[in-house]
């Protein structure tokens, strides 16, 4: 399995039989360089979205058109992009599970909210705020979406028992360090932990040190923008 930030929040999951691409957002992402958009996006087999927020959301569509692949997310927020009659799309909810090739999607709770801004048009509301396990390769991903903690994530570990958690972490708008450690400690039994959702702006949380810090015996590990991360 590989595991390749695409800075921020996204991600590139390259999983059993899968090219996963999670809320890939490249256009206008100041951590990610330009150039590389077709390294990041060669292969993709499907897009999942967490929610509809432009810094999630805003590139799914071109990408989706171009690699002629479905995008996999929340019902409202997949009507709204499955207008456009060129993008297919796989909308389910909060407790389902999909399968894609040979991995399977769980869609679950996460603390945030959803919205695209369509400027002239205004904010329209796309749905519920998410996040994802996904499982496959003897593995179980828990991909926190944007949220704070919350006390789902207690069954959450219990029944999915994921062993790796990409989690939001980057404060403001999100938990921030010391909370998705605290978060981790309680919830989960994580053997790696990858934080997002950090670095992009300066006011999100520029170092990992504090969920470092906070999760001792816990393999942290401090992305880099399209390096792979092998497990």
């Not at 071109?62 to 690699?67: E, G, L, Y």
């Not at 909060?94 to 679950?108: C, D, F, R």
């Not at 996904?134 to 789902?152: L, N």
């Amino acid at each position: 399995m590989k595991i390749i930030w695409l800075g921020h929040s996204g991600f590139r999951i390259e999983i059993e039989d899968q090219v996963l691409l999670v809320d890939p957002w490249l256009e206008g992402n100041p951590t990610f360089p330009k150039g590389r958009e077709a390294e990041a996006t060669a292969g993709a087999t499907h897009i999942l979205l967490t929610h509809g927020h432009g810094d999630h959301a805003s590139n799914a569509a071109a990408i989706a058109k171009q690699a002629k692949i479905p995008i996999a997310c929340i019902h409202e927020l997949s009507e709204i992009l499955g207008a456009d009659d060129s993008v297919e799309v796989i909308g389910f909810g909060k407790g389902g599970t999909i399968s894609l090739g040979k991995t399977k999607v769980s869609m679950v709770k996460a603390s945030h909210s959803s919205s695209i801004d369509f400027r002239s048009g205004g904010i329209v509301y796309a749905g519920g705020e998410a996040g994802f396990m996904i499982a496959g390769e003897g593995h179980m991903i828990y991909v926190s979406g944007d949220t704070d903690i919350m006390a789902d994530m207690g069954w959450m570990g219990e029944y999915y028992r994921p062993d790796i958690g990409i989690l939001c972490a980057g404060g403001h708008y999100t938990m921030d360090m010391k909370a998705a450690a605290w978060a981790a400690k309680k919830y989960f039994d994580f053997k790696t932990v990858i934080p997002c959702h950090y670095k992009t702006f300066p006011i999100l949380a520029q170092s990992a040190d504090a969920l470092v810090e906070g999760l001792p015996g816990i393999d942290v590990i401090e992305p880099e923008v399209l390096k792979a991360i092998e497990i």
